[in-house]
């Protein structure tokens, strides 16, 4: 029998790991084999980053965030974004630093990068 084209997971079937405070990264790049893109999900708590600041300077990576559940306070380029689940957030410049705080316990944030006009090629932090 031929393998389905697909897979399905709910985000808590996903590997949990734990990161400082109480950030979980849930790799879901990893769980399906994904090779186009990079994705992951990254839950924390009220007071707590979801996304941690940076920039992508280093892999000069686009990346799009969608808050999947809870709310969380971005903080892109110096300007502070609220955003509620539901809430895309789209950062086209590599060099922009960004930041999310989660403003409610449980909040999940699911970020999908890679470098414009390149094959993807996995970070070495993964």
């Known amino acids: ?20 405070g109480s950030l979980v990264w849930r790799p879901i790049r990893r769980r399906f084999g994904i090779e186009a893109f990079g ?11 979801v996304v ?16 999947a559940s809870g709310r969380a306070t971005f903080t892109v ?13 789209f950062i086209r410049d590599f060099t922009v630093r960004r930041q999310a705080v989660a403003d409610e316990d449980g ?8 470098r414009a006009g390149e094959p993807f090629r996995e970070s070495g932090w993964e």
């Open 107 to 114: 909040t999940t944030v699911v970020a999908v990068g890679g």
């Open 77 to 89: 380029a110096g300007e502070r974004i609220d955003a509620p689940a539901g809430t895309l957030v």
């Open 39 to 49: 994705m992951n999900a990254y839950t924390a708590d009220a007071g707590n980053d």
């Open 52 to 67: 941690e600041d940076h920039t992508e300077e280093s892999y000069r990576h686009q990346e799009v965030y969608f808050v």
């Open 1 to 20: 029998m031929a393998e389905k084209p697909f897979e399905t997971a709910h985000v808590l079937e996903l590997d949990a790991i734990a990161g400082p």
